[in-house]
C-alpha cells in the first residue's frame, strides 16, 4: 500500500491514518521490522518526519516477526539480520558443550522456533560477558562475510560510567594494543603482534568522583574501551580487572547503546538505539544515581 503524504507529519501518525483500527504498537513493530519505506528508503523510525507529497509505502509481504517471545529484546529482525540487546553477565557465545547459557544459543533458539527449524544465525562481533547492549547477527553465513568485512564502517556508540574525571570533554585516545601473558589487554609500542586502537569519547555528566561519557569505537579491538579509559585514568565503573574501586559492585557500567550500518543485503540504512539499562548509574543495590 501507498500513501501520498498531504501535509509534514511523523511518520507514526501518516500510518496511525491510514490504519485507524491498528493500535500505536501495531505501528510501532510495522516500522521496527523494516515493513515501511519513505520515497523508497526502508525507514525503522516512528518520529521520521514525512513532508508532502513524501510517499509512504507498506509491505504486507515483508518479514513478520513469529509469535515466540524472544528471551532478549529484539530492535530489528528481517529475513537477513537480527538486532538484540545483550545483558550483562551472559557470555556473546559459549564454548561448545554449555548449551543454552550463551546469548547467541538462547537467541538460536528463539530463532529456530519462529521460522520451525528454516532458520540460524551467525555470530558479526561480540561483547565482553559483563558488557551489556546490541549485537548483530546475520541469517545466513554469506551475509556474515560481508557484515564482518564492512564492519568498520559501522558507527558504534557506547555509554561508560567511570571513575575519576576526563582533562577535557572531548578527546581521542590512539595507542598499539596486545594481550600479555597475564591475558589483560595492555597499550606496547607498536611492534608486530600489537593492533591499532582509536576510541573517541565526550563527556555528557560530571559529578566530583564520577563522569558519564559517550564513547564511539573507530576500531574494535579486544577490551579496547575498558584498557583506554583505564590507561587514561578514568577506569570504567566495577571493571576490577583494569583497575576499578573493588567497593563497588561487580558489574562493568558499559552499554553499548547505538549502531547505525549499511544493511548488507538491501543496503538501506538501518540505526538502532537502545536505552541506558535502569541500574547502570547505581554504584550499589538501591542506589538511584551514582554520586
Not at 77 to 84: F, G, N, T, W
Not at 130 to 142: H, M, N, P, R, Y
Request: charged content about 30%; overall charge positive; proline content about 4%.
Amino acid at each position: 500500500m501507498k500513501i501520498v503524504s498531504k501535509e509534514k507529519i511523523s511518520l507514526m501518525e501518516v500510518l496511525l491514518t491510514a490504519f485507524n483500527e491498528a493500535s500505536r504498537t501495531t505501528v510501532k513493530k510495522w516500522i521496527a521490522h523494516s515493513n515501511v519505506k519513505v520515497n523508497g528508503k526502508l525507514e525503522t523510525n516512528p518520529a521520521t518526519v514525512v513532508n508532502p507529497g513524501d510517499v509512504v509505502e507498506y509491505n504486507r509481504q515483508t518479514f513478520r516477526p513469529g509469535k515466540i517471545k524472544p528471551p532478549y529484546p529484539v530492535f530489528f529482525e528481517d529475513e537477513h539480520l537480527l538486532v538484540a540487546e545483550k545483558p550483562a553477565g551472559l557470555l556473546t557465545i559459549g564454548d561448545r558443550g554449555l548449551g543454552g547459557t550463551s546469548f547467541y544459543q538462547q537467541m538460536l533458539g528463539y530463532v529456530k522456533e519462529n521460522s520451525k527449524g528454516k532458520e540460524r544465525i551467525f555470530v558479526v562481533h561480540r561483547l565482553d560477558r559483563e558488557v551489556s547492549g546490541l549485537l548483530v547477527f546475520t541469517k545466513s553465513e554469506d551475509l556474515q562475510t560481508r557484515f564482518k568485512e564492512q564492519w568498520k564502517e559501522v558507527k558504534k556508540l557506547y555509554y561508560a560510567l567511570v571513575e575519576g574525571q576526563p582533562v577535557n570533554d572531548t578527546g581521542t585516545i590512539r595507542s598499539w594494543l596486545m594481550e600479555g601473558n597475564d591475558q589483560k589487554v595492555h597499550s606496547v609500542k607498536e611492534m608486530d603482534g600489537a593492533k591499532c586502537a582509536v576510541t573517541h569519547y565526550r563527556v555528557m555528566d560530571r559529578t566530583p568522583d564520577y563522569a558519564l561519557l559517550e564513547v564511539e569505537l573507530e576500531t574494535g579491538r579486544k577490551n579496547q574501551i575498558r584498557v583506554h579509559l583505564s590507561e587514561m585514568g578514568c577506569p570504567v565503573v566495577g571493571d576490577r580487572r583494569y583497575g576499578a574501586n573493588d567497593r563497588y559492585e561487580r558489574r562493568i557500567r558499559l552499554h553499548a547503546f547505538y549502531l547505525s550500518f549499511r544493511h548488507p543485503a538491501t543496503d538501506q540504512i538501518i540505526e538502532v538505539k537502545s536505552k541506558m539499562p535502569k541500574s547502570f548509574l547505581a554504584l550499589k543495590p538501591g542506589d538511584e544515581k551514582y554520586k
